[in-house]
Antibody
């Protein structure tokens, strides 16, 4: 069965960096794109972007350029989200979600979410 | 890219039908029949309920249906059940290989 298992909660100080992992299983990793979605406390879903798991080419949504980096390790079927220069407003649950290639927002499997808390 | 517009809340009694709207622009919802809908229970990950406007993934109840008219997509839930109480989000293709979510709608089953 398809599973996306994310790394555990993180508590970071402002200015630090964090790397969230998303390990996929139950399907061919490179046959599907990987999307990242943010949900701040009590707020809605925000699409951050996606990464082509074949080429490693990322696409970032407006507002998620510069400090946010998507990467892959296809040898272990894992996608990563790294956030640098953390700010308090980065406090949120971050989800990875499998998507199909092509311009279709069909996010059919989701990770359990990783809570990143930024606090001094 | 601005978030799609959804009502903050809707409610209905068990057995009734409700509709949640998702309004975008001619650059997203209006240009493509590529809207998906997600259900999210508190503390849980979202779940895909509808994709490509009106298609249901395997395992999703046929009480859930999707449609579109102009710049507005809609999710209809018929025969409301207590377990339908959740937050619902629409998501549309927005051009240039990007997507955009709606602000979310809280469904209360009275």
């Amino acid at each position: 069965q398809v599973q996306l298992v994310q790394s555990g909660s993180e508590l970071k100080k402002p200015g630090a960096s964090v790397k969230v992992s998303c390990k996929a299983s139950g399907y061919t990793f490179t046959s599907y794109a990987m999307n990242w979605v943010r949900q701040a406390p009590g707020q809605g879903l925000e699409w951050m972007g996606w990464i082509n798991t074949n080429t490693g080419n990322p696409t970032y949504a407006q507002g998620f350029t510069g400090r946010f980096v998507f990467s892959l390790d296809t040898s272990v079927s894992t996608a990563y989200l790294q956030i640098s220069s953390l700010k308090a407003e980065d406090t949120a649950v971050y989800y990875c979600a499998r998507g199909i290639y092509g311009d279709v927002p069909r996010l059919d499997y989701w990770g359990q979410g990783t809570l990143v808390t930024v606090s001094s | 890219q601005s978030a799609l517009t959804q009502p903050a809340s809707v409610s209905g009694s068990p057995g009734q039908s409700i509709t949640i709207s998702c309004t975008g622009t001619s650059s997203d919802v209006g240009s493509y029949n590529l809207v998906s809908w997600y259900q999210q229970h508190p503390g849980k990950a979202p779940k895909l309920m509808i994709y490509e406007g009106s298609k249901r993934p395997s395992g999703v109840s046929n009480r859930f249906s999707g449609s579109k008219s102009g710049n507005t997509a809609s999710l209809t839930i018929s025969g409301l059940q207590a377990e339908d109480e959740a937050d619902y989000y629409c998501c549309s293709y927005a051009g240039s290989s990007t997507f955009v979510f709606g602000g979310g709608t809280k469904l209360t089953v009275l």
